[in-house]
Every structure is written in structure tokens, then in C-alpha cells.
């Protein structure tokens, strides 16, 4: 059964403010960070009430959600898309670290506004419906991760669950350590690529429980 006319022309009004809201918001973080970005700002970039923009998020916080999300969850398609062409002799570090990348790459492309991403996704209500987006992203990638690692190392499902969840910390932290701010793309690689090195089986690294 169709839905009446008027359903569809509802749904399609909502869609189409929502995404003004997440173009708004996107160009105006891009430019401005989003510590110098107001909501009010984003609702009259995207030509709508402020009052409609709350009802789409809350909080400029859920907003950064909403941005970052749908590039978090491209930058998750890309990571296991290139993970899984990676050359059968390349080593586990260097197949996560094929992983991991184009996260890592996503999170610095405006470092201030990945850092506020990163700690609304870890100390948010999960319950909030772009943190739970966030959180579905969060925990697919980990599974890739953990996925990686069994295949590579040959490690028991908990052992390579374990391994992919102290990757994933070693990223959160260093993204977010002001210490490495200032640091370039390659050098924040090149500071989760020795901590991975030590986690996982090879010349520096610790052997996985195997199955």
C-alpha cells in the first residue's frame, strides 16, 4: 500500500531540511571549527527555524554527530574496503594500519572538531540517536579490526577482540592527546603504527592467544 500524498511530500520536506542543516553545518565547521560556530549561525545558513533545527539535534554537540558520522562511516567503507586488497605477505601492523588510515585521516582533517567527534562518541548519552549512529560506525570498525587480526595472526576470537578493542584506544587517545596537535598526518600515523607494532605478533610484538 502507497502512502498518501501528503505522507510523501512530509518526508521528503524533512529530508530536504535535514540535509540543509548537515550542508550548513559542515561548511560552517570547515571554516570556523565548531567551538566558533552558534546553532543560530546553522539554522540561518540553512534557512530555517531555529526551532527546526533543534527538532533534527538538540545540541551544536549532536550536530557534530550528524556531520561527522556520514564520513566516519565512509572513512570505515574505505579502511575495509583497502584492508581487504592488502598483499597476502603484508604483516598484521601493516594491514590495520591499512585500516585504520583513512580514519585517521577523516578524524585530522579538521583536528579540533574530530577531537569534540571523538569524546561525544566515547562520554555521550549512547541512547541519543546520532551517538548511536556513531556508536554502530565505532563498533563495525572494530569488528574489522578484530577480523583482520584473526586472519593474520591466526588468534582466538576473544584474543583478537581484545587486540582490535586496545587499537581502537591507542587511536582515540592519540587523536586526541593535545600533545600531538601540532604533529602532521604522517607523524600521528607514524605514532599509532609503533603502538600497534608492540600489540600485535612480529619482530617487536607480542604473540596472540591462537585458537
Same mark, same amino acid.
Given at each position: 500500500?502507497?502512502?498518501?500524498?501528503?505522507?510523501?511530500?512530509?518526508?521528503?520536506?524533512?529530508?530536504? &531540511?535535514?540535509?540543509?542543516?548537515?550542508?550548513?553545518?559542515?561548511?560552517?565547521?570547515?571554516? &570556523?571549527? /565548531?567551538?566558533?560556530?552558534?546553532?543560530?549561525?546553522?539554522?540561518?545558513?540553512?534557512?530555517?527555524?531555529? #526551532?527546526?533545527?533543534?527538532?533534527?539535534?538538540?545540541?551544536?554537540? =549532536?550536530? @557534530?554527530?550528524?556531520?561527522?558520522?556520514? &564520513?566516519?562511516?565512509?572513512?570505515?567503507?574505505?579502511?575495509?574496503?583497502?584492508?581487504?586488497?592488502?598483499?597476502?605477505?603484508?604483516?598484521?601492523?601493516? *594491514?590495520?594500519?591499512?585500516?585504520?588510515?583513512?580514519?585517521? #585521516?577523516?578524524?585530522? =582533517?579538521?583536528?579540533?572538531?574530530?577531537?569534540?567527534?571523538?569524546?561525544?562518541? *566515547?562520554?555521550?548519552?549512547? /541512547?541519543?540517536?546520532?551517538?548511536?549512529?556513531?556508536? /554502530?560506525?565505532?563498533?563495525?570498525? =572494530?569488528?574489522? !579490526?578484530?577480523?583482520? @587480526?584473526?586472519?593474520?595472526? #591466526?588468534? /582466538?576470537?576473544?584474543?583478537?577482540?581484545?587486540?582490535?578493542? !586496545? *587499537?581502537?584506544?591507542?587511536?582515540? !587517545?592519540?587523536?586526541?592527546?593535545?600533545?600531538?596537535?601540532?604533529?602532521?598526518?604522517? =607523524? *600521528?600515523?607514524?605514532?599509532?603504527?609503533?603502538? @600497534?607494532?608492540?600489540?600485535?605478533?612480529?619482530?617487536?610484538?607480542?604473540?596472540?592467544?591462537?585458537?
Amino acid at each position: 500500500m502507497t502512502s498518501p500524498p501528503s505522507t510523501g511530500r512530509r518526508a521528503r520536506a524533512m529530508a530536504d &531540511k535535514r540535509r540543509r542543516i548537515t550542508d550548513a553545518a559542515t561548511a560552517l565547521f570547515a571554516r &570556523k571549527g /565548531a567551538d566558533g560556530v552558534t546553532t543560530q549561525q546553522i539554522a540561518d545558513e540553512a534557512d530555517v527555524a531555529i #526551532g527546526t533545527l533543534f527538532r533534527y539535534a538538540a545540541t551544536k554537540a =549532536e550536530l @557534530v554527530m550528524m556531520v561527522q558520522n556520514e &564520513k566516519f562511516a565512509d572513512a570505515v567503507d574505505r579502511g575495509i574496503r583497502t584492508a581487504s586488497l592488502a598483499a597476502p605477505t603484508a604483516s598484521p601492523t601493516e *594491514v590495520v594500519m591499512t585500516l585504520l588510515s583513512p580514519v585517521i #585521516g577523516c578524524v585530522r =582533517e579538521h583536528p579540533a572538531n574530530g577531537r569534540i567527534y571523538l569524546h561525544e562518541l *566515547v562520554f555521550g548519552d549512547p /541512547a541519543e540517536e546520532h551517538r548511536a549512529e556513531g556508536l /554502530a560506525q565505532a563498533w563495525r570498525w =572494530e569488528s574489522a !579490526v578484530a577480523g583482520v @587480526v584473526r586472519q593474520k595472526t #591466526g588468534a /582466538a576470537p576473544d584474543a583478537a577482540a581484545t587486540a582490535a578493542r !586496545v *587499537v581502537t584506544a591507542i587511536v582515540h !587517545v592519540t587523536l586526541t592527546a593535545t600533545l600531538h596537535l601540532a604533529a602532521s598526518d604522517d =607523524e *600521528v600515523r607514524d605514532i599509532i603504527r609503533r603502538q @600497534v607494532s608492540v600489540l600485535l605478533p612480529g619482530p617487536t610484538g607480542c604473540p596472540l592467544a591462537v585458537e
